[in-house]
């Protein structure tokens, strides 16, 4: 990436949800930016607050957010997104307004940078009279679908009956009614509510997208264009885009680095799902034998919390371990894109979160894919039916399917084609962040966009 020094300072407040999948990109963002001449300030609340350590370069502003143990251990996040707008808008503005006061002597430009999620930095911005622009952590496939949803309301698509799952959605191929992005978000009228909201406070002057605008979702993008008429800047994949750091909420277990070394190329299947998603004892006790009777070798985030109702520490079935034996290796965290990068990885189960998605799709590994809720969903039936790098896992937690799909994967002439399509698509996505390419291309218009105010 090319590095500009802006004339005056320009210094841009980066305001990231407090949830791991929607942190991670934000700090990749601000290290992206960095390196083109910016100062960069992470605005973050106490909950889940970044690690300072790792940032050296940025400076972090913490917001008292006031979040109740109810608030950040619920399982609707749809009431804790409630909450923090709620709750942050007023100590933003005061602390935002302290930091301008004490640099005031300094020619600078104050941008605000927020995930779209914590639209309460818009209200403060506009009070301010500060520009802002909207960081999408989600796709635009996922952004459309889930913009769509009132007007399905409306028209009397929504509710929908359970006969009408497997339906295709008008206006929305190739999604049925059972892959739209309210799966356990809430209410419909809620989620409805929060998307009204949401149109109503919109005055950004740009949207930052992490996708790959020319690669993956042209279509959703354009129609989104029309909708929102503000500057589109794809510049995705930001993981990819931005120098590497360590932007995880947990500790990662890096040993799983040297078994993997271990391993035969294209191997190994990685399991994760990610970092709010659970299963019970039973849908893991199925997940484990489904695995130990694939004969597959298999590297399996099991994370603290991740299994309902369980008060022991040990929650792999008895004899599992013994029936592995060195096959298997089950860690708490994962150095994720480290491990997707590894030549021994030839597979990953995941929940089909966004992140997870395009660290997938830019090492060229293909996909079981399990989504749990929002837009995961979207993401899951994109993988398997337009970009055809995944195979839906279609008949729930039972071990027969479980065997049955990770052999299709792994070892079946099928799974060979989807890693042979996964890896024509990491070619292609490499060429979008080269020069000349449309996400490098797009950076720069970023930048440029920027410094023109």
Not at 305 to 326: A, C, N, T, W, Y
Request: hydrophobic share 40%.
């Amino acid at each position: 990436m090319e590095t500009q020094t802006p004339n005056r300072r320009h210094r841009l407040v980066l305001v990231p949800c407090p949830l791991q999948g929607h942190i991670s990109p934000m700090l990749e963002l601000g290290t992206i930016l960095l390196s083109k001449g910016f100062s960069i300030t992470i605005a973050h609340t106490m909950f889940n607050a970044p690690n300072p350590s790792n940032h050296p370069d940025f400076s972090f502003l913490p917001i008292f957010d006031n979040l109740s143990d109810h608030d950040t251990t619920t399982t609707n996040l749809m009431a804790l997104g409630k909450a923090i707008n709620t709750n942050c808008e007023a100590p933003f503005l005061k602390c935002l307004a302290r930091m301008m006061e004490e640099n005031k002597s300094l020619d600078q430009v104050v941008w605000i940078i927020y995930d779209a999620l914590v639209y309460f930095a818009e209200a403060v911005a506009k009070s301010m009279k500060l520009p802002s622009i909207i960081l999408r952590t989600a796709g635009a496939c996922a952004v459309l679908a889930f913009d769509t949803i009132p007007w399905l309301q409306a028209e009397g698509h929504l509710p929908c009956q359970d006969s009408m799952l497997q339906d295709l959605v008008p206006s929305l191929h190739p999604l049925r009614f059972k892959d739209l992005p309210i799966s356990k978000m809430g209410s419909l009228d809620d989620i409805v509510q929060l998307i009204m909201d949401s149109r109503r406070i919109r005055s950004s002057s740009a949207i930052i997208w992490n996708t790959i605008a020319d690669l993956l979702e042209h279509s959703s993008l354009e129609q989104l264009h029309q909708c929102y008429n503000v500057p589109f800047f794809s510049i995705g994949p930001l993981h990819k885009m931005a120098p590497a750091t360590s932007t995880s909420l947990l500790i990662e277990d890096t040993d799983c680095i040297e078994w993997l070394d271990k391993q035969a190329p294209s191997s190994v299947l990685y399991i994760s799902l990610g970092s709010l998603a659970t299963v019970d004892k039973k849908e893991l006790a199925e997940m484990a034998w489904g695995l130990a009777n694939s004969g597959q070798p298999f590297l399996w985030v099991v994370r603290p919390g991740s299994v309902r109702d369980s008060e022991s520490p040990e929650v792999l079935p008895e004899g599992f371990k013994e029936k592995i034996g060195e096959r298997g290796h089950v860690v708490k965290w994962a150095p994720q894109k480290e491990v997707l990068a590894h030549g021994a990885v030839g597979g990953f189960w995941s929940h089909c979160g966004w992140n997870s998605t395009l660290e997938s799709i830019c090492e060229g590994v293909p996909l079981i894919c399990m989504p749990y809720f929002a837009d995961q969903n979207v993401n899951a039936r994109y993988l398997c039916h337009v970009w055809k790098v995944g195979l839906e896992l279609e008949h729930g937690l039972e071990r027969s399917e479980i065997e049955k799909v990770v052999k299709r994967l792994m070892t079946d002439k099928e799974g060979e084609e989807l890693r042979q399509r996964a890896g024509d698509m990491k070619e292609k996505v490499e060429l979008c962040m080269s020069e000349g390419g449309s996400s490098y291309k797009s950076l720069n218009d970023l930048a440029e966009f920027i410094l023109s105010f």
